[in-house]
């Protein structure tokens, strides 16, 4: 399984391919649609958001809502785009008017100037308008197709957020992906604790009066992934290391962990590992979960536990210093539309590329060409672990 | 470029190819040895360091000691592996003695348990021989090459130790690698700050007498990338997505920052990105590296920061509780001979695996056959970059 | 570079997504529309012909004209979609009325019958939707805008027909386009030699009376690639193999051969190998070009040879005998609406694949993220190679 | 899985690695030796061989015979490098007198003279040592173990020669695989019919007396692939194009087809195609096995039949024109030890990648981790699709 995005962020459309996705699988169209509202929701974000109501737009691959093991092609509109269908016309010849909006002050933490210097654009638009994260709205639209696919594989995913700016919203953190989805339906935040909403609130009341942004840190949990996916033979088998690279492959993420992570390097290895159990009706299991269901770069059959850490938004309107690319004189930096933080969106990406990653591991380890087929294998894969 | 290894613990030997690197590099044998023989030092090693004395052999892709563009190929000899012949033994038929050292309490922690059910081994040596840190001293290797590349095109790199256990020495955090080097090379921790290495000394002997483990948290710094690699155009074409797979798939490592990282998340947008600043002599540069040198997923010209978080030792000699795989009762953990804390050498790791997959965007993204035209590409464009 | 295409033969859309194109490519749309409508013409097509009119929309990846260095996404509406909207539907529910032409009679020589095995399908039309040549429409189109950079970088290709049937038409096996081009633009064969046009038009018309069909095979010549495209030190490295799986990768195709192929098989090796020629004005050259422009899987300087073998089409008026996949008795195969000959589009698609494999080969080896930047560090390359 | 080799001809050794491959195989070491003397042998071949006796060392992956699961390292010491140890030393520093056999007069039809201006090496013996077919043992030992995977899986294979020059000996073209083994082991051509030995021997040393070479044709059968292996959803999934791609990747191959290949090029539709078959007791069959097991790029459970043409070796004794590259001066290309013909060698590399690609492909699609799992999944497989 593998996937490519397309689409510019004012552009008429974005496109994505899935490939290497099972036969068989109906998919609930209504639920894809349900993830891409989700991404647009949340405190903190812009005006972008009030213009765009995401749907999907299934292309090819699928028949009578039935996957047909060809790659699936997706389209989400933007609904923007009859705002810039000039400036962003993929066609028309290039003219004075349809360049009007050129962006020549790079902000400083956005691709913008290096993006100009690596691909040769003076106007920074060019840049922009792939950098953004209005992309990820295609991995969501994907990561909803696998995690559909999951599902049926008896496997659960939720991303939330536990933290935005300074303040902290832990919970209990379980590892019960209906509880904690139940829990942070209850928030316009996407956390556990509903007692820390006011005060998140007033914090990004506060950032955006200021013309500032906020960043966060968001926790990820799968349930009953089964053990042995990834490898410890490779450098490059290990899918803990497969996960990473998906989560800061998205937009603004800065670190990333696996269970308790950072914390870990602080500790004796007598407080780390998770020892061995086993029971006759149920099999290998752990009495903790420290490690966050990865040893040796495989999955060992716990609850996956991921975190991501992302930076504040760096388009800010209290505009930051920078220089000028066609003067080469110091300036405020462009300000695009843009929200005081995405933390909550985020989530839900994150959540996305990871239930992209899991699926992509399973499809590329079991015979995968059909659901039903792909489901027996796992099952006799299943009971073959249970009964090591 | 590209590379594999291969090889079990106490196997024969191990051997790597490393495919795709420029013909014309005068090779520094002494310097790859060295690198290896750092990896087997710092305080808090085992036993086995002291059998091995690494040291490598080149058996293809160089004459007299220039690579010739075709595949490296790489041995390091097992010493070791005089003592286990019968028992690793690639080639003889299983007997009842080679087979006497069967391993059957898996380690939690390790990849013991979860690579037997995987692979179909009741004997877990067959797992533990090749899930091995031992695997690394290759991995050194090839990033000793890699860092002669790099060298030829004056960027600088470093790995070194933040902190032990609990005991933090973060020096002053600068990213003057050629000062770091020197502080480092003065303790046998690799840390900058000489004041804690009492302290840290006596935090891992006293681990050692309660038969424990220590993690610790690793930095790395690279100086003088050009501008522009990676890109922003893609969910896999983000250069630190790649360094962050790069480091997950180090054993033990089970968190990863680029620049702040983590702290970000905790910060307003004003105080996190990076203003961009240009002078006429030098080009564009940053006030300040807040970011790790990444924007976009692309470096930006300014010094690259990674750190690694290192999860303590899953060998100990008080040892966890487990399952028998043959018995299905509750035993202690196998225990493997093994170091109290190997974040010294892993610093070296994650500096060599930072350093393959630099080389390895380098030479992906320039026409890299022979190091001559490579260095002129390169000089070019850094000139193009610095006139933008 | 890489590309993915998406789509069903009667679905409501082909697209196409190709990512890692370099920035700064001005389109010439028009000529991509002529492309797609040479891919449909040619003597011996079938009525599917009449009804699309192909044309390319633009949707990802291009502004005003010019490439943005992000994922160019195209979209090729199938006109023929509204007569198939309930049939082929992506997301309308299953009914009895939308499921009526199922395909339960496979077509020896189609994907039908594996197809239906490998991902579980009984209506056969899922498998046939994609595996048919439908798919290859958004190749060309993708290979149009692959040879509009090989064109910015001197470089020409054509593809055309040089036997259909029995009757061969070989003419003088020139390896100048320009002349080529000429030529086959004044007959509907795609063919050099005019004299052979009433015979082939008559060998077609006599097999499409007795519901038959026909293959034949094609011939590309590529001018001007520079030396040294490719590798001998891979085992897939080499950029010969990569057209072979080019060209086998195309539906139908059935051999390929590299220059004078298999009949090199059958001569001394004096007859075979160019002679190498040194002149003080041009450099390096060869006397002869029976290699194809290929020596240890790199690219010569010499024109670039290659020919395909394509099986005749296996759609057959009169059907071939098969069996019934829902009753398992004998039955005459399916028929759908079919050409009695492709192999004049079929000579465009594989020029497109060529181009496609040639564009990637060039752009994964040089830095192509611009093209001032790629034509400066190619014409420095030829110079280099020149002075050899 | 996956693989790459390292060493240079006259260096001290040839390296393989293959990674992916199934735990709990048990190797039959002396069977891999066989493989590498038969590659030895043939008529017509030259001195080189009767220096060099490969035998394979294992140092990597297997313990006791047995495959671990993780990558496996094979060695082939070159005996030859004896006779070359100063002149090919990798460690050695350069001097004068171990750069003595400096090759400056490029061969035509080898790699010498563009390696040299790709790689920038003057001395084209840095080309020549890694272009060599020397390196083909390696595929022939890694060939080697994946046949051993296809015999646990019932699978079969052979390659064996059709035409040496002009000389065809077709035989009756049985895709019996086990009377093809027993028909060419009779003679040291490789070839079925003992008729035509005189004939050929007569060539092959009319052929050497004029210091001339030849080529010839290759055909490879493999009986018992499971149907649907390869796919036709996209333009890179086809095994049939994977196929060709690793037979154009050995030394010399000019041209590759599928079944009747080009013929079919020439003939109606009607003649072509497989009519399909169907038998309680047997499951899907074909009345004819024209396209050689493929349909749709996938596998169709008949008989798979490749053929290779090879072009005649280009070192020549009567040496071709050249021109030298120091002096730019015509002159006689190098002449380096060589045989008259590789046909019969090259007939075991051709087996032994497709053998390659063939296990590549069955372990990307099933769970390949043990070789018990995968048996009983490939099982299960070839039920469901016999109960189509």
Sequence with gaps: ??????????????TGILEGFPAGVLLDIDEINRQLSARQGGYGRGNRQKIEHDTIQ????????KTLGSPIALVINNIDHAHWANIMDPVATETERNTLRKVTRPRPGHADLIGGMKYGHRDLRNVLERSSARETAMRVALGAICKQLLKQLDISIVGYVEQIGTVKALGNRTTDTKEIVS???QNDLRIIDNQKVAEIHELIDEAKKNGDTLGGIIRVVVNNLPAGLGSYTGWNTKL??????AVVGV?????VSIGDGFETAGQFGS???DPIDWHKETGWTRTSDNLGGFEGGMTNGMPVVVFAAMKPIPTLY???????VETHLQQ?????????????PASIVIESVIAIELAKEILNTFEGSNLERLKKQIADYRQEVRDF
Excluded: C, F
């Design 1 to 14: 399984m593998n996937y490519i995005t397309a689409g510019e962020s004012h552009g008429p459309q974005l």
């Design 58 to 65: 299934i292309v090819g691959g699928v028949r009578h809502k």
């Design 183 to 185: 829990e942070i339906s």
């Design 240 to 245: 803990d290391a497969k996960l990473a690279a």
């Design 251 to 255: 937009n603004a993420m800065k670190g």
């Design 271 to 273: 407080q780390v590992m």
């Design 318 to 324: 209290k505009a930051l210093q920078t220089v000028n």
């Design 332 to 344: 405020k930096a462009n300000v695009e539309r843009s929200d005081t933080t995405a933390i909550v």
